[in-house]
């Protein structure tokens, strides 16, 4: 993720109450890619992205069942509809 999205995730975090750092994963290059932390020093931190955003996706969609892995599909409105 890079810096803008950094921000929403650091937003939801903490509307949510989730624990995490979201932090540069070079200390030095703020530009480039971020991730979230368990803690913020950068020489301990394990990166814990994957199983928080997990936890926001719950949090948005709390009756959305577990997946294992993309889904893809179509949506298709009954007659008389337009899209």
């Given at each position: 993720m890079g810096p803008d999205q950094a921000r929403?995730?650091?937003a939801l975090l903490r509307a949510y109450g989730i624990?995490?750092?979201v932090a540069?994963?070079?200390p030095e290059d703020t530009a480039g890619a971020w991730a979230v932390y368990d803690k913020a020093d950068p020489d301990t931190r394990q990166d814990i992205?994957?199983?928080v955003l997990a936890t926001v996706a719950r949090h948005v969609q709390p009756d959305a069942p577990e997946r294992s892995g993309p889904t893809r599909g179509f949506?298709?409105?009954p007659?008389?509809?337009a899209a």
């Open positions: 929403h995730v650091d624990e995490g750092v540069p994963t070079d992205t994957a199983d949506v298709i409105p007659k008389g509809e």
